[in-house]
């Protein structure tokens, strides 16, 4: 029989050996069948689904139709607006009171890439949603009195959304400063910006039928069985056109995105931010894609991922006496581009201190004075953020369609785990060098007189 003392010195040895074993068989987990996409093309329509098999279904249809691609200010916020209003079939009253009566909920929203539209439903009811989705794209009303109310309305509450949000005014503004057109403009235009004078339902419309033209959209689906979805898909969204019309209204062609770099100052009284800018990387599958740029935004990082603690991350460390600051570190990845993004927000005097403790961060990493350690767990934080992304439906069905799209490569999360692993840690501290070489992207919001130039911080624009 073993002793007291026996036990109590093996116990805590033997909980260590289960815990690495539980740890092992977790990491396991993402490789799993379940969250890859099987990909496919029906009705001449590109399809994505993972086959999850549980009792709720996800189905959204992604198009090429965010604000990079509108003609003319405001037509993706008018698109996104008009989504789930009167078709040629139903009308309003009918989509909420079927979509209610079944226990769904659709939606839509606009990104600077992408438009998205949504159901989430119980899986028996995917013919409805299908056809639904579909119906949506291809036969939905414009009618002019609607549209100026619709459209002004939101830009006036996004707006002002915006302009009470410096660090998400920031964002916006860094990402004009460093695409210029394109990926830099406005998700939503501004209250300034004419766009009145653009916004007609007979261009909303022509701008519809390219935008939800089939070269230009992917159905991407969580849950059905792929043999059903693809039957519900071939059915409905084979009505979409199949060509793109040649005129003034339909999305602008895929110009290759350009970064530029620059500085922009806007006094503000809700508040500071500072958003330092570079180029990132762009989506998996891309000849922009680069992984380190992940493995970076971890390291620098800022927002510590465990409560009461500041956590490992650099920035977290160097703007740990600041007590009235927030830090944060950011990869925007796109189709054929990326920005990275670390924003400082909080009491003026603290963000101006710490947005030089930040450009002083950078350039210990460029100067190879960051421990192997710290690189490893910045590595292992963005595979997890990978994996996360991929699984979120929230993220990862337009992630999956926007890959589709653009690029014919679906979003999968073996391949993403791979170029992470793969990085090393001088491709990590030659970005770090790179970025201080180059351009950056400042913007600065809130109190002028006390926030820097980006020349004061170190950085050339």
């Excluded at 600077?112 to 159901?119: F, S």
């Excluded at 944060?328 to 603290?350: C, E, H, P, R, W």
């Amino acid at each position: 029989m073993l002793s007291r003392s026996a036990l109590g010195r093996n116990a805590p040895r033997a909980l260590r050996k289960q815990c690495a074993a539980n740890t092992r068989r977790g990491l396991a987990t993402p490789s799993t069948p379940n969250f890859s996409y099987d990909v496919s093309e029906t009705a001449g329509v590109k399809l994505a689904n993972r086959e999850v098999g549980g009792a709720t279904t996800t189905l959204a249809l992604v198009a090429k139709a965010g604000a990079r691609y509108q003609p003319f200010p405001g037509f993706s916020t008018a698109l996104e607006q008009f989504a789930f209003k009167s078709t040629l079939k139903r009308s309003a009253l009918r989509i909420t009171r079927e979509t209610e009566l079944l226990g769904g909920e659709v939606s839509s929203s606009h990104s600077r890439e992408n438009l998205v539209l949504k159901a989430k439903f119980l899986s028996g009811d995917l013919p409805y949603f299908a056809e639904l989705l579909a119906e949506v794209a291809s036969q939905t009303k414009y009618p002019t009195y609607e549209l100026n109310e619709l459209v002004i309305n939101l830009v006036k509450y996004k707006q002002k959304t915006l302009l009470e949000n410096p660090e998400a005014l920031a964002i916006d503004t860094v990402h004009g400063l460093a695409f210029h057109r394109g990926l830099g403009e406005n998700i939503t235009p501004t209250t300034a910006a004419p766009y009145e004078q653009y916004l007609t339902a007979e261009g909303v419309a022509e701008f519809a039928k390219g935008a939800y033209a089939k070269p230009n959209v992917a159905v991407v689906a969580s849950g059905p069985n792929s043999a059903e979805l693809s039957k519900w898909v071939n059915e409905f969204f084979g009505q979409l056109p199949s060509s793109v019309a040649s005129n003034q209204f339909q999305p602008r062609s895929s110009t290759p995105s350009k970064y530029f770099g620059g500085e922009q100052r806007i006094p503000s009284k809700n508040g500071n931010a500072v958003v330092i800018a570079f180029p990132g990387s762009s989506a998996l599958g891309t000849a922009g894609h680069k992984p380190e740029a992940a493995v970076l935004t971890a390291l620098l990082g800022g927002e510590s991922t465990i409560k009461w603690a500041p956590g490992f991350s650099l920035l977290g460390k160097a703007t740990s006496g600041f007590s009235q600051v927030k830090v944060s570190t950011k990869n925007f990845s796109y189709s054929d581009a990326g920005l990275l993004t670390i924003s400082v927000t909080g009491k003026a005097d603290q963000v101006a201190s710490a947005s030089k403790n930040v450009v002083d961060t950078l350039k210990k990493v460029a100067a190879g004075e960051v421990a192997s350690e710290d690189i490893k767990k910045a590595a292992a934080l963005a595979k997890f953020r990978a994996f996360e992304a991929g699984q979120n439906l929230e993220t990862g069905l337009e992630i999956t369609g926007s890959g589709l799209i653009h690029g014919n490569k679906a979003y999968q999360l073996g391949e993403v785990a791979e170029a992470i692993d793969k990085v090393t840690e001088q491709q990590v501290k030659d970005l770090a060098k790179q970025y201080l070489s180059s351009n950056a992207s400042v913007a600065a919001v809130g109190d002028l007189f006390q926030i820097p130039y980006a020349e004061d911080l170190g950085l050339t624009v």
